[in-house]
């Protein structure tokens, strides 16, 4: 059975190839539709071709498919709860109409606000000269308090941490400094457009009555409105977690514990209002328990990340580590979903190979030298050694659990006792 096993590809410009992924051993493609701007209807010709072009690299080799999308974005306007959110949410009920109209069932999302994803570093030295996606919190402060110099940013901080910013940032050359505010004003994955300063300000500028409680409720509302109509179609609807888990920028984040996640599923009681079960983002805080919520959202997970993140000694610093490293328990998460995998086969309930993609590889071997640009996370060789671990990880537990059973089924069962007359 296994695990469904994927790489995210960012289209046609994508330096990593539809061949390359599929000689990495992914039957399935995570894909989107980045050419279209965000709230417009994704329409079934747009659709169809993006599925034609997937399976057009095929030619006379093993077929490869479009397993997922992501993301479907959700436009500002429906996370700020404007009135103009009527009918982005109507053309987002429309793009799922369409998506399931061509056979796509699975349709990741987030609802971050204003941000995607955010670093401070995008080539973080590793000790075997490798290379990570890296966050620091001192780094960040600096972008904040000194590059951005966003108002009332001050009260985001503790003392200590804005002084050291301050003085780091003093010490900083005129390059570093435009490298980092690059980097933290970086636009969607697969998206060739950033931020600028004043932009980006007048961006949170516009959050500046949203707090925590009205972004939930901005949340439960687009769900409550879109989950129906995906459960109609027969999609499955999946929100990534906030990467980082915490309030950035005075903006909320309503998506980053179990709390959060099982508020979010009490608010509309669809299936279809499902979880991409992202263990790098969620593994980050040391309060989320990732094996014992796959058991308790089991049946809401659609769609999985593996990748797994090392905190340092200040816990909001944290680095991408190789994918059987870090801070997950990846042998206690693989095991969990390979019998929620097993148990939807019993039960014949939801897809019995739930897709899974590695996540943010390390840049890596030829990927170091060969003067390749992809995507900050995703070169194919540091995703491959990911894909070809986990694989090796899952397929481990899957002849475990198989043995165990065996064994189990090979006792001899217990005799009744003679009774006396």
Same mark, same amino acid.
């Given at each position: 059975m296994g695990m469904l096993q994927t790489m995210r590809w960012f289209g046609p410009k994508d330096p990593v190839s539809l061949m390359d992924i599929r000689q990495a051993g992914c039957t399935g493609v995570v894909t989107a539709l980045h050419q279209i701007p965000v709230g417009a209807v994704w329409e079934i010709a747009d659709i169809e071709e993006r599925i034609r072009l997937v399976g057009a690299a095929n030619g006379t080799y093993s077929s490869l498919h479009w397993a997922v999308v992501e993301s479907l974005p959700v436009h500002e306007d429906i996370k700020k709860g404007r009135p103009t959110r009527a009918r982005y949410i109507e053309n987002y009920k429309q793009s799922l109409r369409n998506l399931a109209a061509c056979g796509i069932r699975t349709v990741c999302y987030n609802f971050m606000p204003v941000l995607d994803w955010s670093r401070t570093n995008l080539s973080y030295e590793m000790p075997d000269g490798s290379r990570a996606l890296r966050f620091v919190w001192e780094d960040f402060a600096v972008f904040d308090l000194c590059i951005l110099k966003r108002p009332g940013a001050e009260a985001h901080y503790e003392p200590e941490t804005s002084e050291a910013a301050r003085k780091k940032f003093e010490r900083m050359s005129a390059e570093a400094v435009t490298e980092l505010g690059n980097i933290v004003l970086l636009g969607l994955p697969g998206s060739e457009e950033s931020f600028t300063l004043t932009t980006f300000q007048g961006l949170l500028d516009e959050y500046g009555s949203i707090g925590d409680r009205e972004l939930r409720e901005n949340l439960y509302y687009f769900i409550g409105e879109v989950?129906?109509?995906?459960?109609? $179609?027969?999609?499955? +609807?999946?929100?990534?977690?906030?990467?980082?888990?915490?309030?950035? /920028? *005075?903006?909320?984040?309503?998506?980053?514990?179990?709390?959060?996640?099982?508020?979010?599923? $009490?608010?509309?009681? +669809?299936?279809?209002?499902?979880?991409?079960?992202?263990?790098?983002? /969620? *593994?980050?805080?040391?309060?989320?328990?990732?094996?014992?919520?796959?058991?308790?959202?089991?049946?809401?997970?659609?769609f999985v990340h593996l990748r797994t993140t090392k905190r340092e000694a200040d816990p909001r610093n944290f680095y991408e580590a190789d994918h059987l490293a870090g801070d997950v328990d990846m042998f206690a998460v693989v095991k969990e979903i390979v019998l929620e995998q097993q148990r939807r086969e019993r039960a014949g309930v939801g897809e019995t190979s739930i897709p899974m993609r590695p996540d943010h590889g390390h840049q890596m071997l030829d990927d170091l030298n060969s003067g390749k640009r992809t995507y900050p996370g995703y070169s194919a060789i540091g995703r491959l050694r990911g894909l070809a671990e986990l694989r090796g990880l899952e397929l481990g537990i899957e002849r475990s659990l198989a043995e165990q059973a065996r064994n189990r089924s090979a006792e001899p069962r217990p005799t009744a006792s003679a009774q006396p007359f």
């Open positions: 989950a129906p109509v995906a459960a109609e $179609a027969g999609v499955n +609807l999946c929100i990534h977690p906030d990467d980082p888990p915490r309030p950035l /920028l *005075g903006l909320p984040r309503v998506v980053s514990t179990e709390a959060d996640l099982a508020q979010l599923m $009490a608010a509309c009681d +669809l299936r279809a209002n499902g979880i991409t079960f992202c263990t790098g983002s /969620l *593994g980050i805080r040391p309060d989320n328990d990732l094996p014992g919520m796959i058991r308790r959202f089991g049946d809401r997970i659609h």
